[in-house]
């Protein structure tokens, strides 16, 4: 009885206890707890390079990090040219050839990579030894070889293509310049011709003009001693040669007067990718960069609980994620809000990232929301703490942004002391709706007219990936659209050669993942088609359709083809279906005339029976079809035709381009042959 009459009575205070808390406030954060920050050593060189030592002991592993401090360069007509004398470093040395240094590298299981500000290399520490050797020869004796200048061009123009058509590289290219101006190396972007004009003594004299022990910094982190540390560095970098490095004063970039509203199209999208930024002068180490940073948090630094989240995402359902980021930089930073959300809402979202922006400037944030945000960074600061790089990375910002001694040990206070007044006058100072970069990404056609809403003089700007102007499409009034399907079949060869052709087969190839394929097309009149795919010479993939009936054969098995798959093949089984757009229930809207990369084109919405719609190019001044982009189950497909050549005097395409995704493939047409008798039963299935 005593036991129930115990725990009753402590229920009974409990319960009066918490009915005398007050809920309705957060209770007091409490100090920003103690950290105890790792401690690290530095010592110099004779020849200026600054090293700095983090031993640990709990694995035996050893990184050594070299650092570059200098200038931006501006590379002006040959963009690229230093990223590349960067990344080439490790691609040969005047005592070892790629192959050498990637099978030594591979052999003790290290890592090696370089860039255009240093370089970095981790392995166990028995073959630290072995590992220096090598690094230290790539630092001091690239030798660049063509045959892998070459091979690295050629990789980043494809990669070039494929970025045509996405929309976060076009954004951010266009931000790139409007943000910083073309003439500033911050500016600048890397073209198909700014590669072109690279050589390898562009890259040799970057690498002896800025590889200079007296602008370097080298960090070495794990099972190491001082004494060791000193003797090694010693050893395999005492030797490099200190020379004057070149110092570089850029102007400022300029803002704009009123905010500058863009647009890019990009064919096919049902999604705009929209930003809003602009440059901010903030250096790491700022007196408020803390504050700022928190600031940027609670408007959309990553977290579940920032309002851009909030808002675009939990509230409005707009898209699947809103961020912003608040960049420092010793030269100039940079602010940016953005997200991915449908065409029918690109200017309700930006309105709405407008509006969190301003609300910052105007409204003090709540206690509560401000709490939940820098506890989030309390905790990932010290998180990171775990991490021995983490102590090298303090260690060498302080020594490069000349930052007090205890800005890493004070951070935790620093975050904790932050206050809603605080995120209010960061907001004031350091976000610029009115001055900012408003861009959407998407159709241009759908977008523009929304779009004028976010400036006073409401002035839209169109850019394409290389930020060059683009004129909006041109209204044509002497043409129609069967007009220009007329002047193609004129510009293929003519009806009656057309109808002329009973088979067709095309030989082409193309290169994937470094794998070349295959691929043999056959046609035959009215409708028939056979797609082969062949790697090897041996089959990988069919597509085949007889007129009525059709499949697929893949590595995944067979599949018989129905439905809307059916339709779509049945139509691009036609030979030459331009001819029959009058009589097949083919709808066709000329929608004026646009400009491409290769010039100015027709552009007409093409709806075809099935109900699938085309959106297709023609070249004004050859009739020719140069475009094609079609949006279906595999997403949107950009097909670029070029270099037409006559057989059988019909024009045929012997060059082609198809952007999916992110894959671009360059298809060449080896070989096409017309009529040369095909029998139906190649296209029994």
């Given at each position: 009885m005593k036991r129930i009459l115990s725990i009753i009575l402590v229920a009974f205070i409990a319960g009066n206890l918490f009915a005398q808390l007050d809920r309705s406030t957060p209770p007091p954060a409490g100090p920003a707890p103690t950290i105890n920050i790792g401690e690290y050593k530095k010592f110099k060189l004779k020849n200026g390079l600054q090293v700095f030592v983090v031993e640990d002991h709990k694995l035996p592993f050893v990184a050594y990090s070299l650092n570059l401090e200098t200038d931006p360069v501006l590379q002006g007509e040959a963009?690229?040219?230093?990223?590349?004398?960067?990344?080439?470093?490790?691609?040969?040395?005047?005592?070892?050839?790629?192959?050498?240094?990637?099978?030594?590298?591979?052999?003790?299981?290290?890592?090696?990579?370089?860039?255009?500000?240093?370089?970095?290399?981790?392995?166990?520490?028995?073959?630290?030894?072995?590992?220096?050797?090598?690094?230290?020869?790539?630092?001091?004796?690239?030798?660049?070889?063509?045959?892998e200048l070459e091979k690295s061009v050629r990789q980043w123009v494809s990669g070039i293509q494929a970025e045509k058509n996405d929309p976060n590289a076009i954004a951010n290219n266009i931000a790139t310049v409007l943000r910083n101006g073309a003439n500033d190396p911050y500016g600048e972007i890397v073209t198909e011709e700014t590669l072109e004009r690279i050589n390898a003594d562009m890259l040799k004299n970057f690498h002896s003009t800025y590889f200079r022990p007296n602008v370097a910094y080298l960090v070495?982190?794990?099972?190491?001693?001082?004494?060791?540390?000193?003797?090694?560095?010693?050893?395999?970098?005492?030797?490099?040669?200190?020379?004057?490095?070149?110092?570089?004063?850029?102007?400022?970039?300029?803002?704009?007067?009123?905010?500058?509203?863009?647009?890019?199209?990009?064919?096919?999208?049902?999604?705009?990718?929209?930003?809003?930024?602009?440059?901010?002068?903030?250096?790491?180490?700022?007196?408020?960069?803390?504050?700022?940073?928190?600031?940027?948090?609670?408007?959309?630094?990553?977290?579940?609980?920032?309002?851009?989240?909030?808002?675009?995402?939990?509230?409005?359902?707009?898209?699947?994620?809103?961020?912003?980021?608040?960049?420092?930089?010793?030269?100039?930073?940079?602010?940016?809000?953005?997200?991915?959300?449908?065409?029918?809402?690109?200017?309700?979202?930006?309105?709405?990232?407008?509006?969190?922006?301003?609300?910052?400037?105007?409204?003090?944030?709540?206690?509560?929301?401000?709490?939940?945000?820098?506890?989030?960074?309390?905790?990932?600061?010290?998180?990171?703490?775990?991490?021995?790089?983490?102590?090298?990375?303090?260690?060498?910002?302080?020594?490069?942004?000349?930052?007090?001694?205890?800005?890493?040990?004070?951070?935790?206070?620093?975050?904790?002391?932050?206050?809603?007044?605080?995120?209010?006058?960061?907001?004031?100072?350091?976000l610029r709706p009115e001055n900012a970069i408003i861009m959407a990404v998407g159709e241009a056609d759908k977008i523009r007219e929304v779009m004028k809403a976010f400036c006073p003089s409401g002035t839209v700007t169109q850019y394409d990936y290389y930020v060059n102007k683009v004129a909006p499409p041109r209204n044509v009034s002497n043409l129609s659209a069967q007009d220009v399907i007329e002047n193609y079949i004129d510009a293929l060869g003519g009806r009656n050669a057309l109808k002329n052709v009973k088979d067709m087969t095309m030989n082409a190839s193309t290169s994937m993942q470094g794998m070349t394929f295959k691929i043999v097309t056959r046609q035959k009149a009215p409708n028939k088609i056979l797609v082969e795919t062949l790697m090897g010479g041996n089959p990988i993939s069919m597509q085949v359709f007889d007129g009525t009936s059709g499949k697929i054969v893949s590595p995944m098995g067979e599949q018989k083809l129905e439905g809307d798959l059916l339709k779509e093949i049945a139509e691009a089984a036609v030979l030459f279906p331009e001819l029959y757009y009058t009589t097949d229930g083919t709808s066709l809207e000329l929608q004026g005339i646009d400009n491409l990369e290769s010039g100015e084109a027709y552009k007409l919405l093409v709806k075809r029976p099935s109900g699938k719609e085309t959106t297709v190019y023609f070249d004004v001044e050859s009739g020719l079809k140069v475009r094609e982009v079609n949006t279906g189950m595999q997403g949107t497909v950009i097909s670029s035709y070029k270099n037409y050549k006559k057989v059988s005097g019909i024009n045929f395409p012997t060059a082609m381009t198809q952007l999916v995704g992110p894959q671009n493939l360059e298809i060449i047409v080896e070989s096409t042959e017309v009529n040369s008798g095909i029998a139906d039963d190649v296209f029994v299935n």
């Open positions: 963009a690229g040219y230093v990223s590349l004398a960067g990344s080439l470093m490790r691609s040969g040395t005047s005592a070892r050839s790629k192959a050498q240094i990637d099978d030594a590298i591979d052999f003790i299981g290290a890592t090696l990579s370089t860039s255009s500000q240093g370089v970095y290399a981790r392995s166990l520490k028995k073959h630290s030894e072995t590992l220096l050797q090598i690094m230290s020869d790539v630092v001091m004796n690239p030798s660049y070889p063509q045959d070495i982190v794990g099972d190491i001693s001082m004494k060791e540390a000193k003797a090694q560095a010693n050893k395999y970098f005492g030797k490099w040669k200190k020379a004057p490095v070149p110092t570089h004063n850029y102007q400022l970039p300029a803002s704009f007067e009123e905010p500058k509203v863009v647009i890019a199209n990009r064919d096919g999208a049902n999604q705009s990718t929209i930003q809003v930024t602009h440059a901010v002068v903030l250096t790491p180490g700022d007196a408020d960069a803390i504050k700022a940073s928190v600031m940027n948090q609670v408007l959309g630094g990553g977290s579940f609980n920032a309002r851009l989240f909030q808002n675009l995402r939990e509230e409005k359902g707009y898209t699947y994620g809103a961020y912003s980021s608040l960049r420092t930089d010793k030269r100039i930073g940079s602010f940016s809000a953005s997200a991915s959300v449908r065409t029918s809402v690109t200017d309700s979202a930006l309105h709405e990232v407008l509006h969190e922006m301003t609300r910052l400037q105007t409204e003090l944030v709540s206690d509560e929301d401000l709490e939940l945000v820098k506890n989030m960074m309390m905790g990932s600061f010290s998180r990171s703490l775990e991490d021995p790089q983490t102590i090298a990375r303090f260690a060498l910002n302080i020594e490069r942004y000349k930052l007090p001694a205890d800005y890493y040990k004070t951070y935790l206070e620093k975050v904790a002391a932050v206050t809603p007044q605080d995120v209010m006058d960061m907001a004031n100072k350091y």
